[in-house]
């Protein structure tokens, strides 16, 4: 590590391109990522791996000329220079987002395309970087919900420095977003904006009436009777009877009692949503992005309730940036799309176009991992005026790495997953047969990869990373990540460059 700092004292004060040229790229089992070597005054700023962690490495041209803000081990340096070997850790991430403002992340309610890159590892930051780099999206790569934290013993905090960290690796400048991810209370909002997270997915489950949708008219009748005057006399002259041309052949009908039973279902969320959009725009300004997400129910949302929805919250005032309906089929966790993909298309259309004659917003298609079936209907339809939202696909290739390069880890990591399944089922909504499964005992090492192309295993080691990663396997499965980096981070530029050809997203 020293010869690499040695081979840039020469430099320093310099042009940022003799920097990047001249560095010693490698020396005995340190190695620096090429692309993070970064000019700040008459420093250098980099950084490098070893056989066991990743850290930044400041080179200054002495004492005074380390950048204030970073914490590090200082080693003397040949003609008076000086080195930091930094950790990773919040302070240095801190440091780096102040003196390199790119790092950090950003709104992105004016661009077209998003693509949520929820990244449970705080490692895949490089591949989803790279698949990003070649087409117009722009990735949200610090994505994670409360659940997902207490699974992986990570805060917002972790979250969003670890992207930043990967960020500056590879000197992506083109700007990420930051989503706390279905967030259902005020408290959970103001610490994901406390950790510098723009984007806020507000799940609206729990205010919901849900229960109203099955109801029958008396029950509706009554339930509408005890709403506000003024509330029963808007939706009975703005939507009971009424019919809303969205194109030439396609046009939303609310009948007297499905007003009624809108307005009985999403009332107090939507009085919810204005509270939170309040506290957003006090906190942040303009700088946020606020997706609506009323995908966590049973049963699909009909395009009149999407319509209604919609058109209540720009009657409050509410600016949101993404919507996240139920749609028709199962959109189930780390597989394809299983349903009638006929009926999909038909019915996404309209969803599509209530987005695009009522503002423009993102359609947000939630647990979009792997949903390739749908992805040419749902790049289409929305014109890319979307937010695709994954998380557990970047694990599962972690996992297939894993299978191939260390075969008995994945056999305790699928083992567990067996141990554990019954906890995780009432966690997750699949219908996977796990009986399908071959038992590990009958497959030879070569077998396992096959194992992550099949739907019942992928699901699997799907929904138990939270015992992989918080049990006994966890020291064991990071330290076989970071040996294994480079094969991870081609394996998850090679998944994402298929999603997003899928979707049809323009190059660059």
């Not at 395309?113 to 990003?132: N, S």
């Not at 009908?253 to 919810?272: G, I, P, Q, S, W």
């Not at 009432?426 to 992550?452: G, R, V």
Request: net charge negative; proline share 3%; hydrophobic share 40%.
């Amino acid at each position: 590590m020293k010869q690499i700092a040695e081979s840039l004292t020469a430099y320093l004060g310099k042009d940022e391109a003799q920097l990047k040229s001249q560095v010693l790229k490698s020396s005995g089992n340190v190695t620096v990522y090429a692309d993070s070597v970064h000019a700040l005054g008459k420093a250098a700023v980099l950084m490098c791996r070893d056989d066991e962690k990743k850290y930044l490495l400041i080179v200054a041209a002495g004492e005074k000329d380390i950048p204030a803000g970073f914490e590090g081990e200082k080693i003397a340096l040949n003609a008076g220079c000086i080195a930091l070997k930094c950790e990773l850790s919040e302070a240095n991430a801190a440091a780096l987002r102040k003196y390199f403002p790119w790092t950090a992340p950003k709104s992105l309610r004016n661009v077209r395309t998003t693509v949520g890159c929820g990244d449970r590892l705080g490692l895949a930051t490089v591949g989803h970087v790279r698949a990003a780099k070649k087409v117009q999206i722009s990735p949200v790569l610090a994505q994670q919900s409360i659940r997902e934290l207490t699974m992986t013993k990570r805060t917002f905090r972790n979250v969003v420095d670890d992207a930043c960290f990967l960020v500056f690796a590879e000197d992506y400048r083109d700007g990420y977003g930051a989503d706390g991810d279905h967030l259902k209370t005020i408290k959970d909002i103001d610490t994901a904006l406390a950790a510098g997270m723009p984007m806020i997915t507000l799940d609206l489950s729990d205010v919901m009436n849900a229960a109203a949708g099955d109801w029958e008219a008396a029950q509706i009748a009554e339930a509408f009777g005890k709403l506000p005057a003024d509330l029963q006399a808007l939706v009975a002259s703005e939507y009971a009877g009424k019919k809303f041309v969205l194109g030439d052949d396609v046009a939303v009908e609310l009948d007297e009692l499905t007003a009624k039973r809108c307005a009985v279902m999403y009332t107090a969320a939507l009085d919810f949503a204005f509270q939170v959009y309040e506290h957003l725009k006090a906190a942040r300004g303009d700088e946020f992005d606020l997706e609506i997400s009323i995908d966590e129910t049973s049963s699909p949302t009909l395009p009149s309730h999407h319509l209604f929805i919609v058109r209540e919250l720009r009657r409050r005032g509410v600016e949101f940036s993404s919507l996240a309906p139920r749609f028709i089929g199962e959109f189930q966790k780390a597989i394809d799309y299983i349903g009638d993909l006929d009926e999909f298309d038909r019915q996404f259309k309209v969803h599509a176009l209530i987005a695009q004659n009522y503002g423009n917003y993102k359609i947000s298609v939630h647990s979009g991992s792997d949903k390739f079936a749908v992805y040419p209907t749902v790049g289409r339809e929305t014109r890319h005026y979307l937010h695709l939202k994954t998380a557990g696909t970047s694990w599962l290739e972690a996992v297939t790495v894993i299978s191939r390069k260390d075969p008995q880890l994945y056999r305790d990591m699928h083992q567990c997953a067996l141990d554990n399944v019954a906890d995780m089922l009432k966690l997750y909504h699949i219908t996977a047969d796990f009986n399908k499964i071959p038992a590990l005992d009958t497959l030879s090492d070569a077998e396992l990869p096959a194992l992550m192309t099949m739907p019942e295993a992928r699901q699997l080691l799907h929904i138990n990373y939270g015992p992989i990663l918080t049990g006994n396997l966890r020291e064991r499965f990071f330290k076989a990540m970071h040996k294994f980096e480079a094969d991870y981070d081609a394996q998850i530029e090679a998944h994402f460059d298929k999603h997003l050809t899928l979707l049809g997203v323009p190059a660059k």
